[in-house]
Every structure is written in structure tokens, then in C-alpha cells.
């Protein structure tokens, strides 16, 4: 039985080896022509590949060295400032990638300017505010001392849900859509304050606070709190904050960090006497 083609019987010798010639000619061609198209094939896919790897770079290193976005309005300072009835001092807001202005009295006030760093995860923070709380605010009522509120997020891996800078990013919502209710909403976030290691309050549990304080303009509250609209502030105040030389502690910066014109209260955050005897001292 044969297994080549009928037509080659008619073919003399020397035909049938120039026919097998130009048969593995052409084999020869085809198979050059395969190497060239994977080569192809393989050279473009490196190009795309390194052209994504350099992509994926590029977008780390902007989003690593992005300049941290606007502040709140009313927290020109990384903080508001919450002086007689309650009510905030309004100012502009930080731009972005911008510095924070550090808050002046005016001239020829007598008030005791009080500056507090906060984070709402931080459990002494709420022993400040237990015991010192009422104090402040009749200070404040008075006219005697002004309270500057600056809130931090250095606790974010003591909840699984980075309470401390979701907390901070919600003080910037109301200080800039609510300002004259911060007082009551930082009050109130320390009551039944959720213990380190959890997940915190979740943002509708935050917003519920916020109500409760009487906020205006709560559906912009919440939509800012949804969307995180002052996350990079607080992480940009955080950090600011942490390298202050003015803030630091015997070991480094710390919440709550309480001065009172200029000065660092150093005393017992549940000892109301010894606050209320520094702040006449300063």
C-alpha cells in the first residue's frame, strides 16, 4: 500500500527530489514565519506587561505623595476654636497640600486659650473629658477661656475599621457644615465610648451622634462621612501633630495633649482640682 500522493508515480527522480526540496523550502518558510509572528507576539506582551507594571508604579507614587486634600472649614489651625455660647470662630479652611495657621487671640483678651489634641478611639482622652468636661464649658460660657478642639487619628490599630480616623474625618464634616454643635458633638462621642480592639462605631452610629447633638445640614454631614470627604486631612493633622516639638511628651506626642496658653498641662487627666488650679496659674 502506498502512502504518498497519486500524481507523484508520473514524476521522474530528479522532479520528485526537487519537489521534496521545495516542499521542506516552504516547511522551512512557514515555520520562520511562526517564530517571527510569536516572537512578535511575545515582545508586545512584554511591552503592554512593562507598560502596566510602570502604570501600577506610577499611580503608587502619586497616591503616596498625593497632597493631602482641603480641611474643613473652621479648622484653619487643624482645630476649631469654640468660644463664648458655645459657638465656633469661624475661619477659612486649609487648602489643599496647604499648611495649618496657628490660631491667634485677639488682642487684648484676657481668655484662657486652652488647646487640646483628641482621638475619640482613645480611652484617657475620655477620662479628660469626664472630669474636666463641665469646667471647661462654664470657662467657656463665661467668656474666661476659649477651647480649641483638634482631632487626631493615632489609634487606628486599635479597632479594625480605623475608627480613630473615621471619628477625626466626621469632627471635620460638622465643623464645617455644623460648626456651632462641635462642642456638643465632642462631648457626646465619649459616651459610651467603644473599647480599644473593636470596630468602633460604625458611621451611622457616628452620624446618630451627630443628630443628637442637633447638627444642621445633616444629610451634607452624612454624605461627608459616607464619603470620607476629610480622611487625608486627618491623617495629614495626625501626622502633623505627632511631629510638633511644642506637643511632646515624655515619650513623644500623645491624647489627650492639653495646653493652656502655650503651656503643657502635665497633671492627672481625672483630677479636676489640679486642671482648674493650672489654667488659673497660666
Known amino acids: 500500500m502506498s502512502t504518498g500522493n497519486p500524481g507523484d508515480a508520473r514524476l521522474s527522480k530528479n522532479e520528485r527530489r526537487e519537489a521534496g526540496r521545495e516542499h521542506a523550502r516552504l516547511l522551512r518558510e512557514a515555520e520562520k514565519k511562526k517564530q517571527r ?19 501600577a508604579v506610577v499611580l503608587i507614587i502619586v497616591s503616596v505623595n498625593k497632597p493631602a486634600g482641603p480641611g474643613p472649614l473652621n479648622m484653619l489651625s487643624d482645630g476649631i476654636v469654640i468660644g463664648q455660647n458655645l459657638e465656633a470662630v469661624p475661619t477659612a479652611a486649609i487648602k489643599a497640600g496647604g499648611q495649618p495657621v496657628e490660631t491667634v ?40 477661656a476659649t477651647i480649641e478642639i483638634h482631632p487626631v487619628a493615632i489609634l487606628d490599630r486599635a479597632s479594625s475599621t480605623k475608627y480613630s480616623t473615621r471619628a477625626a474625618n466626621a469632627a471635620g464634616c460638622v ?20 473599647a480599644e480592639g473593636g470596630a468602633g462605631r460604625t458611621d451611622a452610629e457616628i452620624l446618630a451622634i451627630a443628630k443628637a447633638a442637633g447638627v444642621q445640614k445633616s444629610d451634607s454631614i452624612a454624605d461627608c462621612i459616607k464619603d470620607q470627604r476629610f480622611a487625608s486631612w486627618a491623617t495629614a493633622a495626625t501626622k502633623r501633630a505627632v511631629a510638633n516639638p511644642d506637643l511632646q511628651g515624655t515619650q513623644g506626642f500623645g491624647t489627650p495633649t492639653v495646653l493652656v496658653n502655650g503651656k503643657q498641662y502635665g497633671g492627672a487627666v481625672d483630677d479636676a482640682a489640679a486642671f482648674a488650679a493650672f489654667v488659673a496659674a497660666s
Open 105 to 144: 487671640p485677639a488682642a487684648g483678651s484676657t481668655a484662657k486659650a486652652i488647646q487640646i489634641w483628641v482621638d475619640y478611639q482613645c480611652p484617657i482622652c475620655e477620662s479628660f473629658e469626664s472630669t474636666n468636661g463641665s469646667q471647661i464649658e462654664s470657662l467657656v460660657k463665661a467668656g474666661d
Open 175 to 194: 465643623a464645617n457644615y455644623s460648626p456651632d454643635q462641635f462642642f456638643a458633638f465632642n462631648a457626646a462621642m465619649y459616651v459610651d465610648q467603644p
Open 37 to 55: 509572528r510569536n516572537r512578535v507576539l511575545i515582545q508586545s506582551g512584554l511591552v503592554v506587561g512593562t507598560l502596566a507594571i510602570i502604570t
